[in-house]
């Protein structure tokens, strides 16, 4: 069978190896793809916002099924689009990628069926968010409404941090706001494959937001992660299931509106219990590239039988026993303004110690001709990546890799699962 994937980032290098094992597929394009995917992957340049060509693209090449990695392509519908062309697809319609999409429409889902989530409140207008600020204790959570890869989120200490978050916030037209209670705990992300009525556990991972060491500074895309979550035991995880997870799936197939993929739950384990964060629609990046480390079995298998409704009778995902950690190499300045064409080096030496480095934010410069020369284009550039027996030995396995890449211009945490 042929494959399209469609995204460019260290999750869809993570996907694409494990796709490219499966013995079911043929061929296996990517859309952007990147240097590390066109190892695994043909390559293709196809604007995915134009849904029409992708659909072409895949009658002309005979692609039976579409993975979609990132969310932005899922909330403007391209799952619908292909699928009613008759295309089999990994990844939600754009109803059901509201979860992620639309904060305020996650929240007043979480309401309606009783699912554990700080107390909210959805704001239209910068007068209104100010009058309910009262109503919120000490910190408060400023959110804007849609997708801001990352950076939409103040957890606000003071009023006054609070009030700066919202205007910024309201400076562009249209936007809303959702106040949240600031719930306290440590946080782990759940990973459930769902084929509208059906799903199967699929892992969990902790990841590390901050830029810094300590977990101090700017929120990025993720800086490393590991899999599976310490804190998240089978007993939480079962809560999370039940409370959590289970009714959001059966509001969803109830509304009309079925989520078909991989539904991310991010948790806080509170003493109360596991409540809801937030839901992303997708792998997260870089926790997807620990899961894939981990993973056991047949990838297009069962992302297959998730596109077709047909979960109940694939085999039951597996994952190896141990841990895996990824750490992201990112360039210098990310997130604020990452120095982009810095050269990199180091990855046959760092892939050497048994472990692997999935590209993200990196290109190919043949500029001077030789064509071999591997430079950055992105933020977060590299997720250096390994699996062992227990986290303490994946970590140092990762690091042990980390020191082989030779990149001047990048920089990564130390204390990536340090908090196992
Ligand atoms: P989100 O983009 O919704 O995942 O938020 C980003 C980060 O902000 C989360 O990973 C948490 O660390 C933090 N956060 C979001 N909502 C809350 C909340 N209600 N209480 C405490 N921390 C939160
Ligand atoms: N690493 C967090 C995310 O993928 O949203």
């Not at 490219?20 to 604007?47: K, W, Y």
């Not at 970590?395 to 196992?420: E, K, N, S, T, W």
Request: net charge negative.
């Amino acid at each position: 069978m042929n494959v399209l994937l469609v995204g460019g980032g260290g999750r869809e290098h993570a996907l694409a190896w494990r796709l490219a094992q499966s013995p079911g597929l043929m061929r296996l394009f990517a859309a952007p793809g990147n240097p590390g995917i066109a190892t695994h992957a043909e390559c293709v340049a196809l604007d995915i916002a134009d849904h029409g060509a992708v659909l072409d693209f895949c009658r002309s090449r005979d692609v039976a099924l579409v993975v979609i990695g990132p969310e932005a392509p899922l909330v403007a519908g391209l799952a619908d689009d292909l699928r009613e062309g008759g295309v089999a697809v990994f990844g939600p319609s754009a109803a059901a990628a509201r979860l992620e999409g639309s904060k305020g429409f996650t929240k007043d889902l979480c309401a309606r069926v009783h699912i554990p989530t700080a107390a909210y409140r959805r704001l239209a207008s910068l007068a209104d968010a100010l009058a309910a600020l009262d109503g919120f204790g000490l910190p408060v959570v400023v959110k804007a409404d849609g997708l801001a890869a990352g950076k939409g989120v103040t957890v606000a200490a003071t009023r006054g941090e609070a009030v700066d978050a919202l205007s910024a916030l309201f400076q562009v037209p249209g936007a809303e706001a959702v106040l949240e209670r600031f719930l306290s705990g440590r946080e782990a992300s759940l990973f459930v494959l769902c084929d509208g009525a059906d799903i199967a556990a699929f892992g969990s991972a902790e990841d590390h937001k901050r830029v810094g060491e300590g977990d101090t500074g700017p929120n990025t895309g993720g800086m490393g992660a590991f899999s599976p979550s310490v804190a998240l035991t089978p007993d939480l995880e079962e809560q999370a299931m039940a409370r959590i997870v289970r009714p959001t799936v059966a509001a969803l197939a109830q509304d009309g509106t079925p989520f078909v993929g991989v539904l991310y739950a991010g948790l806080m384990l509170t003493d109360e219990g596991p409540q809801l964060i937030e839901y992303n629609v997708r792998f997260g990046d870089p926790e997807c590239q620990a899961l894939m480390m981990r993973f056991e079995g047949d990838l297009l298998t069962l992302l297959l039988a998730v596109a077709q409704g047909r979960l109940a009778d694939a085999p039951h995902p597996r994952f190896a026993r141990g841990a895996a950690l990824g750490v992201v190499v990112a360039a210098r300045g990310y997130p604020d303004a990452p120095v982009a064409g810095g050269a990199i080096g180091g990855i046959a030496a760092a892939e050497a110690t048994g472990a692997r480095v999935f590209h993200a934010g990196t290109r190919a410069d043949d500029g001077d001709g030789d064509g071999g020369r591997l430079v950055a284009s992105g933020g977060r550039v590299l997720t250096v990546t390994a699996a062992a027996d227990t986290l303490a030995d994946a970590r140092a396995l990762a690091y042990r890799a980390v020191d082989r890449i030779d990149y001047p211009d990048g920089f990564h945490r130390r204390d990536i699962g340090a908090r196992g």
